[in-house]
């Protein structure tokens, strides 16, 4: 189905940039925070961490500690060794990193530990299935509409 088809429409690039000017989130943005219940395209969540970024690099705000960045930087394989998913697919602090208190803090900030975090790898895991499966009409339409119950319960506990 197409975005047409399913009535969703996402927010330009330069829409999202004039929404948050006119909200004010342009300066001092350190402890200010945004609701952002979309489960779009993430041009809204990228602009906010875009402008988050550029306002503590400008007031040279430490985003990592350096100690920590090894675990905590996205470029690096460090961040599979500070996160581990358990059993239930929960994600979890690992053995190594469980005494480091910077990566406890961002764990607990980002609410790394939550039901919806659990949604989000059951949601990639359950698309991914989906698409193996599209030889199989059938069973991919099941799925399909197991993806759409989750993707709504996600977005009504995000």
């Known amino acids: 189905?197409?975005?047409?088809?399913?009535?969703?429409k996402f927010t330009p690039v330069d829409m999202v940039q004039k929404?948050?000017?006119l909200a004010g989130y342009t300066t001092n943005l350190t402890g200010k925070r945004v609701l952002e219940n979309s489960f779009g395209s993430g041009n809204?969540?990228?602009e906010i961490v875009r402008r988050y970024i550029?306002?503590?690099l400008n007031q040279s705000i430490p985003l990592i500690e350096d100690t920590a960045r090894q675990y905590l930087y996205p470029d690096t394989e460090g961040i599979q060794k500070a996160f581990?998913?358990?059993?239930q697919?929960?994600?979890?602090?690992?053995?190594?990193?469980?005494?480091d208190d910077t990566v406890k803090d961002f764990y607990k900030q980002i609410n790394l530990g939550g039901e919806i975090h659990r949604l989000d790898y059951l949601l990639m895991s359950m698309i991914g299935m989906n698409?193996?499966?599209m030889d199989r009409p059938e069973v991919s339409q099941k799925i399909g509409q197991a993806i759409e119950m989750l993707r709504a319960k996600r977005n009504i506990m995000g």
């Open 19 to 21: 929404k948050l000017d």
């Open 84 to 87: 581990v998913r358990d059993d």
């Open 54 to 56: 550029k306002n503590c």
């Open 44 to 46: 809204m969540l990228l």
């Open 131 to 133: 698409s193996k499966m």
């Open 89 to 99: 697919y929960y994600i979890k602090i690992s053995d190594e990193c469980k005494e």
């Open 1 to 8: 189905m197409s975005n047409k088809d399913k009535c969703q």
